[in-house]
Nanobody, 120 residues
Framework: QVQLVESGGGLVQSGGSLRLSCAAS????????MGWYRQTPGKQRELVAT???????NYPDSVKGRFTISRDNAKNTVYLQMNSLTPEDTAVYYC??????????????WGRGTQVTVSS
C-alpha cells in the first residue's frame, strides 16, 4: 500500500511564501513523476507543477517564475516552494505521483490535500 502525505499549508499574506512537502511511503519501486495540483470550490483541479525523476519540470504560466518544484529521490519526497503568493493562489493543494510498486504494478496516487490561504 502506498500513501502520499502532504504538509506545509497554511495562512500567509499576499506577497509571502510557503513551502509544501509531500512524502510517499509504502511498497515503492519507482516514482518517475511527482507533481502538485490545486483546486478551489466549483472549479476543476488544475496542474501546478510536475517533476520527473531526471529532474525536468513543467509549470503552467500562472505560476511560472513564482513556484519551484523539487524532489529528493532518496526520500521519495517532493517539495513546492511558492513565492510571491496572491489571493488567487488560495486553494487546496494536492500531491500526485505515478508510482510503480514492488510488484511492478503502476498506479496514480493522490494525497489528501493541504489548504493554502493567501490573504490580501
Amino acid at each position: 500500500q502506498v500513501q502520499l502525505v502532504e504538509s506545509g499549508g497554511g495562512l500567509v499574506q499576499s506577497g509571502g511564501s510557503l513551502r509544501l512537502s509531500c512524502a510517499a511511503s509504502g511498497s515503492i519501486f519507482n516514482i518517475p513523476r511527482m507533481g502538485w495540483y490545486r483546486q478551489t470550490p466549483g472549479k476543476q483541479r488544475e496542474l501546478v507543477a510536475t517533476i520527473f525523476s531526471g529532474g525536468s519540470t513543467n509549470y503552467p504560466d500562472s505560476v511560472k517564475g513564482r513556484f519551484t518544484i523539487s524532489r529528493d529521490n532518496a526520500k521519495n519526497t517532493v517539495y513546492l516552494q511558492m513565492n510571491s503568493l496572491t489571493p488567487e493562489d488560495t486553494a487546496v493543494y494536492y500531491c500526485n505521483a505515478a508510482i510503480q510498486t514492488r510488484d511492478r504494478r503502476w498506479s496514480d496516487y493522490w494525497g489528501r490535500g493541504t489548504q493554502v490561504t493567501v490573504s490580501s
